[in-house]
C-alpha cells in the first residue's frame, strides 16, 4: 500500500469510517504485530499492543499531521508502546553497548555462522538482543526504513540509528558465532 | 573500511541511502574488499530476518473484532449520513466527473443527431436519459441522450452503460397547467395505477375563493423504469409548464453500506464467538453491550440501505396542476334562491334557539342541587329575621 494510499485512509478514518479502519487494519496489523511481538517477546503481550496501537491511530487519524509517512507515523506509536510496556515490566531495554564494547568487525567464522544460520538459532540470537537493538534491525532489513524514519519512529538522533544498527547486527553476529551450529 | 562507511551499508542494503551517501558508500565499496565482505553479510542478515518475518504467524483473526471493541461507539445515524459519502474529497471528485461526463456526452449525442439530420438509421430512441435540467415550458426542451446500440453513437452507448452501471435514485418535477383540476387529477391518479405506481401525497384544498386559481399537488411514485413513461402519460393532461429529473448516483453511497453492513455482521458474529467463551461478569457485559451498540448500528444502516434502495428502484414525481382560470365569483342569486334561503336561516335560527333552551334546562338540573341549598338557607334565614323582630319590639 502506497503512502497516499495509507494517507487517504487516514482521513477517512478521521470521519469515523469502520470500513477504512478495517482497511488499513489489514493493510498494517500484522507487520505492527510483529514489530511489537519482536520488542516485548510475548504473544498476548503482543496482540494487546497491537490493538491499543490500531485504537491510537483511530482516536488520532485526525491529528496526524503529514510530516512522515503514515507507515513511519504508525510504527513509532507501535515502538512507544512496546517500549512502554518493557518498561513496566522492568525489562532492559536501553543497550548499554551503543558507545563501548565494539564487536570485531572482520569476517570470521561468526560470518560463516551467520550464512548457515537456521530460523531456530536466529530466534535464540535475536532473543539475546536487546529490545532497541531488535527494534533497530526490524525497521532496518524487514521494514526498510531510512536512518531518518529510524530515528523518528524510536525518537533519538539518526547518529545514535546508525551506531545502533552497526552494533545490532555485531551483535547478533557474535551471538550466532556463539551458538550451536546444527549439524 | 571506514567505520562512518560501516555504518551507512545497513541503509545500503535496504536501499534508503540518499545520493551522496550512496555514492561514498560505493566509492568505499570499490576500493576495499574487507567492505564488499561485510555488505554480502548484511544482504544475508536481511535476508534471514525477511525470512524470519515471513514466517512469523500473522495476528489472530479475532484481534480485528476486539479492537473493534475497543473504538468508541459507532456515530449517530446524522452524522454517518453526512460523512457517508459526501466527506471525501475524492468522492467530489468523483460526482464532478460524473456529472461532467454524462453532460459532455448527452450534448455529444444530441449533436451527432443533429448532424444526421434526424436521419432514419438512428431510429426512434429506445430510451432516453434526461441529463440536463429543463426550465423550459415545454418537455422536448429536455435534452435526451439516445441510448445508442452501436456504431457511431459509442458515446451515447457509454451514457447508457453509466445509468447501468451506477445506480441513479430519479426524482422529477412536473407542472402543468390544465382546465380542471379536479379532472386532472382523477387522470393522473388512474394514469399512475396503471403503471404500477401509487399517490404518495396530495394536496387539493378544493375549489378556491372567487379570484383564486385551484392548484392540485401530488407527489407519485412509480417503478424506476417507467419514470419516463410516467411523464409522458401525466404530461398529456395539460401544458407543460416546468419538466425536470434529476438524478442522484446513490451507488457509492450503497456500496459504503453493503461493505460497513458486511462488516458490522462479521463484528457482530466475533462478538457472538467471545460472549461464548467464558469471562468474568464484567467483560460480558462489556461485550454485550458493545454487541447491543453494533446491533443498533446494523439496524440503522440497514434502514437506510434499504430506503435508498427504495430510492433507486422507484421514480418520485413531483406533479402540480394549475388551472389556467381563476375560480369566477358565484352568480347573483334570484327572488327565488333568496327566499329559500331566508327560509334555511329562520329554520336555523328557530334550531339554534330549540338547542339554547334545552342547554339552559341542562344546566339548571345539573345545578339543581346548589340552587336548592341556596333557596333552602334564604328560607332559612328569614325565618330567623321573622323570630328576632316580635322580641325587638
Known amino acids: 500500500m502506497t503512502d497516499a494510499e495509507d494517507r487517504a485512509l487516514l482521513e477517512r478514518i478521521a470521519t469515523r469510517d469502520r470500513l477504512a479502519f478495517e482497511t488499513f487494519f489489514g493493510a498494517h496489523g500484522a507487520d505492527v504485530h510483529r514489530f511489537v511481538r519482536d520488542l516485548v517477546r510475548d504473544d498476548g503481550l503482543a496482540e494487546e499492543l497491537t490493538s491499543d496501537v490500531m485504537v491510537e491511530v483511530w482516536r488520532g487519524a485526525g491529528r496526524f499531521a503529514g510530516r512522515s509517512r503514515v507507515r513511519t507515523w504508525v510504527f513509532g506509536i507501535a515502538h512507544h508502546k512496546a517500549i512502554d510496556a518493557l518498561r513496566r515490566s522492568h525489562v532492559r531495554t536501553i543497550p548499554l553497548d551503543d558507545l563501548a564494547d565494539q564487536p570485531s568487525t572482520t569476517a570470521g567464522p561468526e560470518a560463516a555462522a551467520l550464512h548457515a544460520a537456521d530460523r531456530r538459532q536466529l530466534e535464540a540470537a535475536l532473543a539475546s538482543l536487546s529490545a532497541e537493538h531488535r527494534a533497530v534491525l526490524e525497521l532496518t532489513y524487514v521494514g526498510g526504513f531510512s536512518q531518518k524514519e529510524i530515528a523518528e519512529i524510536v525518537g533519538c538522533p539518526v547518529a545514535t540509528v546508525k551506531t545502533r544498527a552497526f552494533y545490532a547486527k555485531g551483535r547478533l553476529r557474535d551471538a550466532l558465532g556463539k551458538a550451536e551450529l546444527p549439524r | ?393
Open chain 2, 1 to 393: 573500511m571506514k567505520h562512518d562507511v560501516a555504518e551507512l551499508l545497513p541503509f545500503y542494503v535496504n536501499g534508503t541511502l540518499e545520493a551522496p551517501d550512496r555514492a561514498r558508500v560505493e566509492a568505499e565499496l570499490a576500493r576495499c574488499p574487507e567492505c564488499s565482505a561485510e555488505l554480502d553479510d548484511l544482504r544475508v542478515l536481511a535476508e534471514n530476518l525477511r525470512a524470519r518475518a515471513q514466517a512469523t504467524p500473522p495476528p489472530p483473526q479475532t484481534l480485528l473484532a476486539r479492537t473493534f471493541a475497543q473504538l468508541a461507539p459507532e456515530p449517530t445515524l446524522a452524522t454517518r449520513l453526512r460523512t457517508a459519502w459526501w466527506s471525501a474529497p475524492a468522492r467530489y471528485a468523483t460526482a464532478v466527473v460524473l456529472v461532467a461526463s454524462v453532460s459532455a456526452g448527452a450534448v455529444a449525442a444530441w449533436h451527432l443527431r443533429e448532424s444526421a439530420g434526424h436521419d432514419d438509421r438512428f431510429g426512434a430512441p429506445s430510451s432516453l436519459v434526461y441529463v440536463t435540467r429543463s426550465s423550459a415550458p415545454h418537455a422536448e426542451a429536455a435534452v435526451p441522450a439516445v441510448a445508442a446500440k452501436s456504431g457511431p453513437r459509442t458515446i451515447g452507448a457509454v451514457n447508457a452503460s453509466v445509468a447501468q452501471t451506477h445506480r441513479l435514485a430519479r426524482t422529477a418535477t412536473l407542472e402543468l397547467v390544465v382546465r380542471d383540476a379536479e379532472a386532472s387529477r382523477t387522470r393522473a391518479a388512474d394514469a399512475t395505477t396503471a403503471l404500477g405506481g401509487v399517490v404518495t401525497a396530495l394536496i387539493d384544498e378544493g375549489p378556491p375563493a372567487a379570484g383564486d386559481v385551484h392548484q392540485v399537488h401530488a407527489t407519485i411514485e412509480v417503478p424506476a423504469a417507467r419514470l419516463d413513461d410516467a411523464l409522458d402519460r401525466l404530461a398529456q393532461l395539460g401544458t407543460v409548464q416546468r419538466r425536470e429529473i434529476d438524478a442522484e448516483d446513490v451507488d457509492a453511497s450503497l456500496v459504503d453500506q453493503d461493505a460497513r453492513l458486511r462488516n458490522l455482521r462479521r463484528e457482530e458474529t466475533a462478538l457472538l464467538q467471545l460472549m461464548d467463551k467464558r469471562g468474568s461478569v464484567d467483560e460480558i457485559l462489556t461485550v454485550e453491550q458493545k454487541l447491543s451498540e453494533v446491533r443498533g448500528s446494523i439496524e440503522e444502516l440497514d434502514a437506510q440501505h434499504q430506503h435508498d434502495l427504495h430510492r433507486v428502484a422507484t421514480g418520485t414525481i413531483s406533479l402540480t396542476l394549475t388551472e389556467d382560470h381563476p375560480r369566477a365569483a358565484p352568480p347573483n342569486p334570484g327572488p327565488t334562491a333568496r327566499i329559500d334561503g331566508a327560509w334555511q336561516n329562520g329554520l336555523r335560527a328557530l334550531g339554534e334557539t330549540v338547542v339554547a333552551f334545552v342547554s339552559i334546562l341542562a344546566w339548571s338540573v345539573a345545578f339543581s342541587p346548589v340552587l336548592l341549598g341556596l333557596a333552602g338557607l334564604t328560607y332559612l334565614a328569614k325565618r330567623g329575621m321573622g323570630r328576632l323582630r316580635p322580641t325587638q319590639g
